[in-house]
């Protein structure tokens, strides 16, 4: 499902139009984008966790070479699902080899 589809699947479940389910779509993503940037958290109960994780510096191999390399530390952003997230995913799994 890409942004698009996204989009149309809250229009849908919504009663809005496209354009306002891409407005809503859009400010949610930024809002959050722009919080776990500014080191905070977000959580959406049920969904999961948003926040910035930082990387330690260490010591890796380049592949081709073999050869040892420093890789600087950095920051990622991270998710975590939540618990009803997580049951969903793994019932619907438990469904499909049912199915098989």
């Known amino acids: 499902m890409?942004?698009?589809?996204?989009?149309?699947?809250?229009?849908?479940?919504?009663g809005v139009t496209?354009?306002?389910?891409?407005?809503?779509?859009?400010?949610?993503?930024?809002?959050i984008i722009?919080?776990?940037?500014d080191g905070d958290k977000v959580?959406?109960?049920?969904?999961?966790?948003?926040?910035?994780?930082d990387r330690a510096a260490r010591e890796g191999r380049n592949p081709k070479t073999n050869e040892k390399m420093q890789i600087s530390a950095t920051r990622v952003p991270g998710f975590s699902a939540g618990?009803?997230?997580?049951e969903k995913v793994?019932?619907?799994?438990s469904e499909?080899?049912?199915a098989a």
């Open 2 to 14: 890409n942004k698009g589809e996204l989009v149309d699947a809250i229009a849908e479940k919504t």
């Open 18 to 31: 496209k354009k306002q389910a891409d407005a809503v779509l859009t400010a949610a993503l930024e809002a």
């Open 34 to 37: 722009e919080a776990v940037a």
């Open 43 to 53: 959580t959406l109960v049920g969904f999961g966790s948003f926040e910035r994780r």
């Open 83 to 86: 618990k009803a997230f997580r």
């Open 90 to 93: 793994v019932g619907a799994m």
């Open 96 to 98: 499909s080899k049912v």
